[in-house]
T-cell receptor, first 113, second 109 residues
């Protein structure tokens, strides 16, 4: 089945130690998104790639970066994780401009110790 | 982004219909009304969307008020698997989803 895959599902990192989360998709969608969802909160968009164009949300901290080496893969890099970055990180895809639906992966739960 | 207002929580019984309301009084003419839901420990999933007319799909129905300032997601026969947080989102496409707090739906057996 075509899908959005996130690895790992659970990630533990140390305070200040860089960490990378990965997302891959078999849907051949041209847009990929990263959302952050903290405990008991709604998902919040961090940034997205529309093809190769990177679009950062205004309030996304500089500590968060992303790479998209090809259509299928997208990475979320957290340069110096703080305790406040512990959250579920959700990857999603869509096909624009005509698509109306985003497809989400299962998420990676990040713990910072 | 236009905002939506939803009840924090709702409760219903299994096999009964559920009507989840959403107010969006500042909706613009080009805003689509999207509904997503998030089951426990999963990513959100698309449920349904509409612009002006009522919409039906295999998961649910969407009833849109004539003035478009409110809408209702209808689950015709709730099951325990429908227990989730339901988000009503206004968007002009799939490009950006701004999630509000949503409605936490509890289904009683």
């Amino acid at each position: 089945d075509a899908m959005v895959i996130q690895n790992p599902r659970y990630q533990v990192t140390q305070f200040g130690k860089p960490v990378t989360l990965s997302c891959s998709q078999t849907l051949n969608h041209n847009v990929m998104y990263w959302y952050q969802q903290k405990s008991s909160q709604a998902p919040k968009l961090l940034f997205h790639y529309y093809d190769k164009d990177f679009n950062n949300e205004a309030d996304t901290p500089d500590n968060f970066q992303s790479r998209r080496p090809n259509t299928s893969f997208c990475f979320l890099d957290i340069r110096s994780p703080g305790l406040g970055d512990a959250a579920m990180y959700l990857c999603a895809t869509s096909r624009l401009p005509r698509g109306y639906e985003q497809y989400f992966g299962p998420g990676t739960r990040l713990t910072v110790t | 982004d236009a905002k939506t207002t939803q009840p924090n929580s709702m409760e219903s019984n299994e096999e009964e219909p559920v009507h989840l309301p959403c107010n969006h009084s500042t909706i613009s003419g080009t805003d689509y009304i999207h509904w997503y839901r998030q089951l426990p420990s999963q990513g959100p999933e698309y449920v349904i969307h509409g612009l002006t007319s009522n919409v039906n799909n295999r998961m649910a129905s969407l009833a849109i008020a004539e003035d478009r300032k409110s809408s209702t997601l209808i689950l015709h026969r709730a099951t325990l698997r429908d227990a989730a947080v339901y988000y009503c989102i206004l968007t002009q496409g799939a490009q950006k989803l701004v999630f509000g707090q949503g409605t936490r739906l509890t289904i009683n057996p």
